[in-house]
């Protein structure tokens, strides 16, 4: 009994800190931009990325700032093979904390996002496949911010390794997108910028085809 009421307490604090930080990332909202991460972050590689990996997991906590503005920075901050590295690395990170915290928090975390989100409804209807498609279709077209979906699918208890494998299929050509074209900011016009733009809006187009067809299928 004691033991029931330890892990309630727990849950609730866990939950009061995420409220708190998500308060805190909405009131300065206004200095996480791209130009604002650019000045905040070090010119040393080393340091950077540290310092990136620190923002991706505040992302990761906050929902309230878009993770193509990390991506961009990266790819403006650094060459664009580590700018690569650094971003991927960054949503293993972006990606693990809110699983966990579903995980933790557990099952009655879906019934409050379905309130919260109605297209929620949805991930029950593409979750009838294999766990990696589903991570990543729902990546893909998504039906849930980025954090509230990791966080859905840790508490439905999804296995980790498929969450992983296919949410990072689902973000690579967002990520992709984002970090070409910082890294061609200058010149939008390019080659490179265009086609990045080209990838991202095809691999969506191609989600929602197939995911219309598939739940077409199961109706």
Do not use: H
């Not at 727990?10 to 909202?29: E, P, Q, S």
């Not at 650019?38 to 990761?60: D, Q, R």
């Not at 979750?127 to 980025?146: C, D, H, K, T, Y």
């Not at 859905?152 to 498929?162: E, H, I, L, V």
Request: charged fraction near 15%.
């Amino acid at each position: 009994m004691q033991q029931q009421k330890f892990e309630k307490i727990k849950k609730y604090l866990l939950l009061a800190g995420w409220a708190v930080l998500i308060t805190a990332c909405w009131l300065w909202r206004d200095r996480i931009t791209v130009e604002g991460i650019l000045n905040f972050a070090p010119e040393n590689y080393l340091l950077a990325f540290f310092v990136f990996m620190g923002l991706f997991a505040l992302k990761s906590l906050s929902v309230v700032f878009y993770s193509g503005i990390l991506f961009t920075a990266s790819g403006i901050l650094f060459p664009l093979p580590l700018a690569l590295a650094v971003d991927l690395s960054g949503l293993v990170v972006m990606l693990t904390i809110p699983y966990l915290l579903g995980r933790r928090v557990g099952s009655g975390l879906v019934e409050a996002l379905i309130r919260k989100y109605p297209k929620a409804k949805l991930l029950q209807q593409l979750s009838r496949g294999n766990e990696f498609q589903f991570a990543m279709l729902a990546r893909l077209i998504s039906v849930l911010p980025a954090d509230p979906l990791s966080m859905y699918m840790g508490a439905t208890g999804m296995s980790y390794a498929p969450f992983l494998l296919g949410s990072i299929c689902g973000f690579l050509p967002e990520m992709l997108a984002f970090t070409v074209m910082g890294d061609n900011v200058s010149d939008p016009l390019s080659l490179p910028f265009i086609l990045a733009a080209v990838l991202k809006a095809g691999a969506l187009a191609a989600a929602l085809l197939y995911c219309r067809k598939a739940l077409k299928n199961a109706e």
